[in-house]
């Protein structure tokens, strides 16, 4: 009786210290939760548009009117993102009439906002965005654009301005960046009164070489044929009338004097 109650204690003792360790190990051992997602990577406008092409006046006019900061944040800290569209430095050496010399700061700066749309754009989403009417720009409502997607190529139109997206600069998950080879002027600013595209200069008619029976074939117009020195035939037949009636005088001279 005393040998089972030593052995009962026993095993008691080795189910509590096995409990004991099983609890341990499970408290050392917690569940790992997932890593978090990397942060996206942050989008930087004035290098991109310092080393990625020739955008420096664009970029020159976005730090003077402070909308580079706009584009920054809409870009980084939104989940909406921003697609911005460049004009290279040629379409801003091109732009003669109207001017953006003449224009006050506030304007400047709606038009800087008007190069811009506060949503991410692949170039596939601009097919649905071409069905949808004007896009109002990140100026505001009444500044809005016109997008026509022809067989992957999209058309921008402003009123005053038309163009394609000519390059795809940059695109990550929150900023796109596309090339335009024109600056978008807004008629909320420059009046509707557009002046009339003027039409290409029809193109010279070619010279056609002239025709073998052509006059220009012959070296100009056909000058008269030359008079024929050879005698007609009413000619012919009075000198041989005459010549009859000589015959038949001398004839008859001959047979009167015999």
């Avoid at 896009?135 to 163009?163: E, M, P």
């Avoid at 056609?208 to 050879?230: I, L, V, Y």
């Amino acid at each position: 009786m005393g040998s089972r109650i030593i052995l009962f204690a026993i095993f008691s003792v080795l189910a509590i210290a096995s409990s004991s360790s099983v609890n341990a190990a499970t408290a050392k051992s917690p569940i790992s939760s997932p890593a978090p997602a990397p942060a996206p990577e942050y989008v930087n406008l004035t290098h991109l548009f310092s080393f990625a092409g020739p955008y420096k006046i664009f970029l020159g006019y976005l730090e003077s009117t402070k909308v580079l900061d706009t584009f920054q944040n809409q870009a980084n800290d939104t989940t909406e993102g921003i697609t911005i569209f460049a004009p290279n430095d040629a379409a801003f050496s091109k732009l003669k009439n109207p001017s953006l010399a003449n224009l006050t700061q506030d304007q400047l700066r709606s038009v800087c906002l008007y190069h811009a749309l506060a949503h991410y754009y692949t170039l596939a989403d601009f097919q649905k965005l071409s069905q949808s009417g004007p896009v109002t720009t990140f100026a505001g409502g009444q500044y809005s654009l016109n997008f026509t997607d022809n067989s992957g190529t999209v058309l921008i139109d402003s009123g005053w301005s038309k163009t394609k997206i000519s390059s795809s600069v940059s695109a990550t998950d929150r900023a796109a960046v596309y090339e335009v080879n024109k600056v978008l002027l807004p008629e909320a600013i420059f009046g509707t009164d557009i002046p009339p595209t003027s039409a290409p200069a029809p193109a010279p008619t070619p010279e056609t070489a002239p025709t073998a029976d052509s006059p220009a074939a012959d070296g100009g117009s056909k000058s008269a044929p030359a008079s024929s020195t050879k005698p007609s035939s009413s000619f012919k037949i009075s000198s041989l009338s005459a010549l009859t009636h000589l015959v038949f005088a001398v004839a008859i001279g001959g047979f009167l004097f015999l």
